[in-house]
Structure formats: structure tokens, C-alpha cells
């Protein structure tokens, strides 16, 4: 008969997640794992099968916690006013997290995709997502006249989806309202 966890694997990979955001992969050892996790090494690996793995799971859950959820085109208010929230929320969180943690995504893939190719397709695959976020939204106000019809959608989604990436690596220095208020306003001065 197998044995019951003595733990909640939602919450210890909730830990896990709080730990590879403050520190990173490379930096974070299984021994902090399993202190934070407040786990054995041998229901770490039972578990989540190896600290890649666990690493993996975490980059999910804050992936599915953090994308659009499936209902956000509706009852949208106009295009730009929507990708001025999305970065508005952006600064909220940046400014709260008083561990300057940035985005473990754009954390992920500053400090993985570079040498390996699991975390290089991960990388792409959110990056196209945020990319295709924007650009439904540059659609919808194409067709209802709050963005320009000449304007390359393709092109300014990409440009908004670099900008809130680099925003989130920003906030790894600074919790500083007004800096990141002035970066938003000057990035979203180019739907004008």
C-alpha cells in the first residue's frame, strides 16, 4: 500500500516556486528546497521526480497564475486603455514586491534559455503568447478606431511585449513608482 504524503504537494511547490524566483535555479540547492518546502529530500525527488523537474512544475504554475485567463477579451474596455491596465498592474506588483524579485518567467529565461534548449522553447512559446495578448488587443482597436489602421500591429505587439519584459527586469532595481509609472507612459506613447 502506498504511503500518504505527509505534506500538501500545492503548497510545497508553492514554496519551491517563492524560492527559485528569490534566487534562481543555479543558486538554489535541493538542501534550501527541501528547509523552505519544509520536506525530505526523498519526497522532494518521490514527488516532483528531480529539482529540474520541480523547477519546471513551479514555471507552470506561474505561467497559468500569470497569462490571460480565457475570458479576458470580453467586456474589454477600449484597446489602449487595456494595455495601459496591463501595465499599470505591472507597476503594482513590481512596486509591492519589496524583494525586487522581477518576473520569474522573464527571470527564467534571462537566466536559462541562453544554454538550454527546454527553457529556450518555454521562453518562446510564453514570449508568443504575451505577443499574441497585444496583438488581439492592436486588432481590436484597429476595428474600432482607437489605433491607427496604417499601424504594423505585428510590430508594435512585439515592441509592447519587449517593453514589459524589460519593465520586469527593471523592477529588479527599483520599486520606485514614479520611474516605472515614466517608463509605461513613455512606452505606451507610441500607440498615440
Known amino acids: 500500500m502506498a504511503r500518504t504524503k505527509e505534506f500538501d504537494p500545492a503548497r510545497a511547490l508553492e514554496s519551491a516556486m517563492q524560492l527559485f524566483w528569490l534566487q ?34 513551479a514555471l507552470e504554475s506561474y505561467l497559468k497564475l500569470n497569462l490571460p485567463p480565457a475570458d479576458f477579451y470580453d467586456n474589454l474596455g477600449s484597446a489602449k486603455s487595456t494595455i495601459a ?14 524583494q525586487c524579485r522581477g518576473c520569474f518567467f522573464v527571470n527564467t529565461i534571462v537566466e536559462l534559455a541562453p544554454h538550454d534548449a527546454e527553457f529556450a522553447a518555454i521562453g518562446k512559446e510564453g514570449r508568443k503568447e504575451y505577443e499574441e495578448t497585444f496583438y488581439r488587443l492592436l ?8 489605433i491607427r489602421p496604417e499601424r504594423d500591429i505585428t510590430s508594435l505587439a512585439n515592441y509592447l511585449t519587449n517593453s514589459m ?11 520606485d513608482r514614479q ?10 506613447s507610441v500607440l498615440d
Not at 534562481?24 to 522532494?44: D, F, P
Not at 491596465?85 to 519589496?98: G, L, M, N, R
Not at 486588432?139 to 482607437?146: K, L, S
Not at 519584459?165 to 520599486?175: D, E, P, W
Request: with cysteine; net charge neutral; charged share 25%.
Open 24 to 57: 534562481g535555479y543555479e543558486a538554489t540547492s535541493v538542501r534550501e528546497l527541501c528547509e523552505h518546502m519544509g520536506i525530505q529530500k526523498g519526497s522532494l525527488y518521490d514527488t516532483f521526480g528531480s529539482k529540474r523537474a520541480l523547477y519546471l512544475a
Open 85 to 98: 491596465e496591463i501595465f499599470a498592474h505591472k507597476v503594482d506588483i513590481s512596486v509591492a514586491d519589496k
Open 139 to 146: 486588432a481590436i482597436g484597429q476595428r474600432t478606431g482607437d
Open 165 to 175: 519584459f524589460g519593465l520586469r527586469v527593471m523592477a529588479k532595481t527599483t520599486r
Open 179 to 188: 520611474v516605472l509609472e515614466g517608463i509605461v507612459e513613455t512606452t505606451l
